[in-house]
C-alpha cells in the first residue's frame, strides 16, 4: 500500500507565504509525475502544479510566477512553495502522485487526504 502524507498548511495573511510537504511511503518502485491541486467547496479540484521525473513542471494559470513545485526523488517528496498568496488561494491542497509497484506494470494514483490553506487578514 502507499501512503502519501500533507503537511505545511495553515492561516496566512495577504501576501504571505507557505511551503506546502507531501511524503509518499509504501511498497513504490518507481514514482512518475506528482503534484498539487487544489479544491473549494462547491468547485471541482484543479490543479495548481505538477513535476514530472525529469523535472519538467507545469502551473495553473492563477499561480504561475507566484508558486513553485519541487522534488526530491531519494526521500520521495514533493515540495510546493507558495508565495503572494491571494483569499483566493483559500482551499484544501491535495498532493497527488503516479507511482508503480514493479518496473513494467501499471501506474496508479493515488491522492493524499488533503492539508487546509486559509489566506485571510
Known amino acids: 500500500q502507499v501512503q502519501l502524507v500533507e503537511s505545511g498548511g495553515g492561516l496566512v495573511q495577504p501576501g504571505g507565504s507557505l511551503r506546502l510537504s507531501c511524503a509518499a511511503s509504501?511498497?513504490?518502485?518507481?514514482?512518475?509525475?506528482m503534484g498539487w491541486y487544489r479544491q473549494v467547496p462547491g468547485k471541482e479540484r484543479e490543479l495548481v502544479a505538477s513535476?514530472?521525473?525529469?523535472?519538467?513542471?507545469n502551473y495553473g494559470d492563477s499561480v504561475k510566477g507566484r508558486f513553485t513545485i519541487s522534488r526530491d526523488n531519494d526521500e520521495q517528496m514533493v515540495y510546493l512553495e507558495m508565495n503572494s498568496l491571494k483569499p483566493e488561494d483559500t482551499a484544501a491542497y491535495y498532493c497527488?502522485?503516479?507511482?508503480?509497484?514493479?518496473?513494467?506494470?501499471?501506474?496508479?494514483?493515488?491522492w493524499g487526504q488533503g492539508t487546509q490553506v486559509t489566506v485571510s487578514s
Open positions: 497527488k502522485v503516479w507511482y508503480q509497484l514493479r518496473p513494467g506494470v501499471t501506474w496508479y494514483d493515488y
Open positions: 513535476i514530472y521525473s525529469d523535472g519538467s513542471t
Open positions: 509504501g511498497s513504490i518502485f518507481s514514482i512518475g509525475s
